[in-house]
């Protein structure tokens, strides 16, 4: 079965400008969650929506926003792109509980210039 | 609060070697304990996960994982490394938030290098 699929793959992007990456689970997975991955932070969690209802959110300022649809594919976005904002986004889906575990996509490299 | 730590950034091992990562975990409760790898560029990939039952957990690609918990770790074993192993390795736990919803807190990472 098709896995996570993550697009773009990179961007470019300026300071001050906004951005939206799209996130499509696997097929049957509900959860949808993101992490931003840099150098000097590591891994960390921004926020998990099910059911297109975001249950719960990462200490990240308001710029970072996201939504999911009815088809459970999701979006983030992050207003006002700072120099700090470049990373790999990850996005994960699992079941309805983690015991499954979470299936990453290949994510989306942001850059901002 | 939940942490999880991995105390080698950097390990080298020979091809043929065994390989072993330490990973420590702070959770309050019986703890869901995952191992990621993620090759360069690339997105995580799921390597094993433990919920409980059986402390030895086998894995993917030739991996297992030991629960202890007088010793809060979870150690991830491979007993002959091969050259494709080379990758940056995640330990995770994995935990309920008070929404409901789930996150996975990361360990900062462990470096593999295999030298053939």
């Known amino acids: 079965k098709a896995g996570v699929t ?27 969650s993101w992490y931003q991955q840099t150098p000097g932070q590591g891994l960390q969690f921004l926020f998990e929506y099910f059911s297109e209802t975001q249950r719960n959110k990462g200490n990240f300022p308001g710029r970072f926003s996201g939504r999911q649809f009815s088809n459970s594919r999701s979006e983030m976005n992050v207003s006002t792109l700072e120099l700090g904002d470049s990373a790999l986004y990850l996005c994960a889906s699992s079941l309805v ?3 499954g575990g979470y299936t990453f996509g290949s994510g989306t490299r942001l850059t901002v210039v | 609060a939940q942490s999880v730590t991995q105390p080698d950034i950097h390990i080298t ?3 043929g070697a065994s390989l072993e990562l330490r990973c420590n975990y702070s959770y309050g409760a019986t703890p869901y304990l995952f191992w990621y790898v993620q090759s360069p560029g690339q997105g995580l990939q799921l390597l094993l ?12 690609k030739g991996f297992e ?3 202890k918990r007088s010793q809060s770790s979870f150690n991830l074993r491979k007993p002959s490394v091969h050259w494709s192993d080379a990758a ?7 935990h309920i938030l008070t929404g409901g919803g789930n996150k996975l807190t990361f360990g900062t990472g462990t ?6």
């Open chain 1, 6 to 32: 993550q697009t773009p793959r990179y961007l470019i992007k300026t300071r001050g400008q906004q951005v939206t990456l799209s996130c499509s689970p696997i097929s049957g997975h509900r959860s949808v």
């Open chain 2, 88 to 94: 940056e390795y995640f330990c995770a736990v994995g």
């Open chain 2, 111 to 116: 470096q593999l290098k295999v030298e053939l």
């Open chain 2, 49 to 60: 996960k433990y919920f409980s039952g059986d402390t030895l957990v086998q894995g993917i």
């Open chain 2, 13 to 15: 091992v020979s091809e």
């Open chain 1, 97 to 99: 509980s983690q015991s």
């Open chain 2, 65 to 67: 994982a030991e629960f």
